[in-house]
């Protein structure tokens, strides 16, 4: 291409190369989804097609950028880990980012009907996006327990808070002052001597959110879907697999498992120690 005048405003262009050997980490969140799920009438405090639909839309994610190692969610966001040594986009952070955001928040909307059925879109969803990077794997398990921590914590306060406005009939001001200067034993506590029900019984997607890791299983084959989808709820609990991302005629595409477990402890790591050594 010929060279022009104007191209000398490329060199304002800066550069954003993510430092080498670290854990790319890409994290996308809901932008004023308490909003978005109130205008939609997400079920409170957990939505099974909500959170399903963030899942599939993580899983075309990791289908399309195959560096990704390992993904997890919880409520209306998902952090993307790319290996140490990826290429991809030549690590430039922000196109890195931009793609990423970008092309989740496409398939959020694309498979929106296939979870919410007849209920359309009233407005389009918008996700944020920063990429974080991470020089030790110790850093990066950390992030990761923090983050399935955070889920945990605020699972916890949402299950009773919403167990006070829909079962006692309190209302919302009144439900967060009776939850107010509360710890995690006394939030148990009260769902259990007022509702009957033990926290930790409730399914493990709500408590512990989604991981999700490229199959061990053989790719499966992609064709084209029909226009319209059924309504559809995936399981919670154990490993399951979404199967099919953007359809773009018949192609392969990797399995990605989905997993509800706790990734704090030792076990996690060590059943999947892969993680940690990919290259």
Request: hydrophobic letters at 30%.
């Amino acid at each position: 291409m010929a060279k022009s005048k104007f191209e000398y405003v490329k060199q304002f262009e800066s550069e954003d190369k993510c430092l080498p050997n670290c854990w790319i980490v890409v994290r996308i969140d809901g932008k004023s989804f308490h909003r978005f799920s109130d205008v939609h009438h997400f079920v409170k405090p957990n939505d099974d097609r909500a959170l399903n639909l963030m899942t599939k839309a993580a899983q075309c994610v990791m289908e399309e950028y195959k560096d990704i190692v390992l993904s997890y969610g919880q409520s209306d966001e998902y952090s993307f880990v790319f290996k140490k040594n990826t290429s991809v986009f030549n690590r430039r952070g922000s196109k890195i980012m931009s793609n990423i955001v970008s092309y989740f928040s496409s398939c959020y909307v694309f498979y929106w009907s296939r979870f919410f059925n007849v209920q359309p879109l009233q407005y389009p969803p918008a996700f944020d996006s920063r990429v974080v990077l991470y020089p030790s794997d110790k850093n990066l398990r950390d992030y990761l327990s923090w983050r399935q921590a955070d889920c945990h914590i605020n699972n916890l306060y949402n299950t009773c808070f919403w167990k006070l406005v829909q079962d006692k009939g309190f209302t919302p001001a009144q439900s967060q002052e009776r939850l107010k200067g509360t710890m995690s034993s006394d939030k148990n506590e009260l769902l259990y001597q007022e509702f009957n029900t033990n926290y930790n019984n409730l399914p493990d997607v709500y408590r512990k959110g989604s991981i999700l890791l490229p199959s061990k299983e053989k790719a499966v084959e992609s064709k084209p879907m029909n226009s319209t989808y059924p309504n559809t709820k995936e399981p919670h609990r154990g490993s399951v697999s979404f199967s099919n991302s953007l359809d773009h005629g018949t192609k392969m595409n990797p399995k990605i498992d989905v997993l509800h477990v706790d990734l704090i402890g030792e076990k996690f790591w060590e059943e999947h120690s892969t993680i940690l050594t990919s290259r």
